[in-house]
């Protein structure tokens, strides 16, 4: 299942970015979709999720407050609105899709776009 990711760039620190993820083909209702990111030379670690059904989302603490995650069901896109961008939030972000498993962890996720750089300036 193809998901695709896209609109990362460059940003100055404090600016924001609205990162998307589409989903070609199908509807996710009943998945969880969640974002992860990975820091040059640092493991990949998880960003947030929204359990596409629901809405219900949640987050790792360090973004708390600055991103969001939310999804248009029309689109078949998922979104992560990166809000009070640090340098430290440079990384390439992933979007994946499971219906199982723990959201937190990239085993609970069967499928994974392709990542967009995101680079903060300070």
């Known amino acids: 299942v193809p998901l695709q990711a896209y609109g990362g760039g460059l940003v100055q620190a404090g600016g924001s970015l609205r990162l998307s993820c589409e989903a070609s083909?199908?509807?996710?209702?009943?998945?969880?979709m969640g974002w992860f990111r990975q820091a040059p030379g640092k493991e990949r670690e998880f960003v947030g999720v929204?359990?596409?059904?629901?809405?219900?989302?949640a987050y790792e603490d360090s973004v708390k407050g600055r991103f969001t995650v939310s999804r248009d069901n029309t689109k078949s896109t998922v979104y992560l609105q990166m809000n009070s961008l640090k340098p430290e939030d440079t990384a390439v972000y992933s979007c994946?899709?499971?219906?199982?498993?723990?959201?937190?962890?990239?085993?609970?996720?069967?499928?994974w776009g392709q990542g967009t750089h995101v680079t903060v300036s300070s």
């Open positions: 083909g199908r509807t996710f209702s009943g998945y969880h």
């Open positions: 994946a899709a499971g219906d199982r498993g723990s959201v937190y962890s990239g085993m609970g996720y069967d499928y």
């Open positions: 929204i359990w596409w059904t629901s809405g219900r989302t």
